[in-house]
Nanobody, 123 residues
């Protein structure tokens, strides 16, 4: 089992920045690919970004390319999502996930999920 806890969400003005963190438990953290997903009210959960187990490969949804950066620190068992140039349409609950398939954008390929952290971007 892997436990994931997100933090860093909050209220920010459009154009601002936030950094989300996902702290993981378990010795096997370093072998998992990690991803970030988000879900806005009334919308389906959507892929945001993913990173391979060693951080050597990353992928992003087209809507966030050039603005968001995913990274990981295996020594700290933590994954980050740096979000810059935030837009109101980025408003959502953001979820951290862990899975066996590197770079997957499919939510059903992830095995473990955090509780989510709210990001609200005002105009």
């Amino acid at each position: 089992q892997v436990q994931l806890v997100e933090s860093g969400g909050g209220l920010v003005q459009a154009g601002g920045s936030l950094r989300l963190s996902c702290a993981a438990s378990g010795r096997a953290f370093s072998v998992y690919a990690m991803g970030w997903f988000r879900q806005a009210p009334g919308k389906e959960r959507e892929f945001v970004a993913a990173i391979s187990w060693n951080g050597g490969s990353t992928s992003y949804a087209n809507s966030v390319k050039g603005r968001f950066t995913i990274s990981r620190d295996n020594a700290k068992k933590t994954v980050y999502l740096q979000m810059n140039a935030l837009k109101p349409e980025d408003t959502a609950v953001y979820y951290c996930a862990a899975g066996a398939y590197s770079g997957s954008s499919l939510d059903y390929e992830y095995d473990y999920w955090g509780q989510g952290t709210q990001v609200t971007v005002s105009s």
